[in-house]
């Protein structure tokens, strides 16, 4: 039998794919969980356990959420990364890392073919296959569900049909967990009106009382949530999640363009993100200069729009990393958030790097740093090419 090595998270989608790839094409199905951080213990074992009911020639769990952080998710902080100012690219990142971990376990197998779960519809077709493709390109790629054109109803038929007992009405959402975040996919992110029952979301509301907290950054990376030092950073964004996700915190659907050309619809919670995001990008505005804020914003678009669009192993993406981390110099301090029902609120930050330093003059009372007059000769020369423009278009009219 050939082997083929399943990328597998225990869904509708990989369950169906298990069992069409044993049953009905004949392969030695080698099933493979790439945990980005989305996964407990016990859901661990229990993924597990299904996997070895639908007959499967082995089950691996490679975790991966050290190299995550570090080859993609600090990078993103680093560049305040939102697509459309509004998704921290929970999947997408994280597809990056689950794509490559995959390659290099069939190589290890020595599997003649890999597998995943993707439709014909959406980006991670393409996120898959291109890193396949460039990292094993010998190996034969199987798509079942973009292959047969299946729906999720026909997904459902089949498993059923085989025997195959799982919670079908969750099923009706196709959710995916990393560390960096929640997709939420539904019929209602299936058209432009309608936002996702409560029922849908992975963490149900149960805090409501107001909550203040502060956040450590030490050269751009997060360390410390009220006075705790994380030495590992991400051991804090479990814990700023674990505070933050009860309160509904990062619940949104974001709107973009596709890979394949299509616009598309995806829920996602994300409540660390997005806090972390935006925390971060506070304190960058207080201790980075105008020119650094502004170049950041431009290379960390490309970066992110890049990134989401497959292109890791781009080695333009080591140059932009190697700027992103320059930056970070300086990026130390606290910002203190306010976590309240469905949002949160920026209060401030400390930080012995701040630019906005009262020695040097206070925005609208007062300056230390020079004189009326200074004022008035900057003005004219500031404005000396427009002005001189004006007066010739003036006198040749």
Known sequence: MKKVVLAYSGGLDTTFCALHLSKDLGYEVHAVLVNTGGFGEQEL???EQRAHALGVASFRQLDVVQEYYQEVIRFLV??????????????????????????????????????????????????????????????????PIRDLKLSRQEEIDY??????????????YSVNKGIWGTSVGGKETLTSLGFLPEEAWPTPVTESDPKEIKLTFVQGEIKGIDGVTYSNPV??????????APYGIGRDIHVGDTIIGIKGRVGFEAAAPLILIKAHQLIEK???????????????EFYGNHLHEGHF????????ETFLESTQAHVTGEVEVLLQPYRFT?????????????????????????????????????????????KVKKSND
């Open 286 to 300: 207080h201790t980075l200069t105008k020119w650094q804020l502004y170049w950041k914003k431009q290379l960390s």
């Open 159 to 172: 498993l059923k049909k085989h025997g195959v007992s799982m919670n079908f009405e969750k099923a009706a």
């Open 78 to 143: 680093y560049g305040n990364v939102l697509k459309n100012d509004t998704y921290p690219l929970s999947v997408s990142a994280e597809r990056i890392l689950q794509a490559k971990s995959i390659a290099e376990y069939a190589q290890s197998i020595g599997a003649k073919a890999i597998a995943h779960g993707s439709t014909g519809a959406g980006n991670d077709q393409v996120r898959f296959d291109m890193i396949f493709q460039i990292l094993v390109p010998e190996v034969e790629i199987i798509t």
């Open 45 to 47: 074992l229990a993924i």
């Open 346 to 390: 920026l209060l401030g930050i400390t930080s012995n790097h701040d630019l906005m330093s009262a020695k040097f003059g206070t925005y609208g009372e007062m300056n230390s740093g020079y004189t009326g007059e200074d004022v008035k000769g900057f003005t004219r020369i500031l404005g000396n090419q427009t002005s001189i423009f004006h």
């Open 235 to 244: 051991d804090a964004i479990l814990k700023l999640q674990s505070l933050a």
């Open 313 to 320: 192993l781009d080695p333009v993406m080591r140059n932009f």
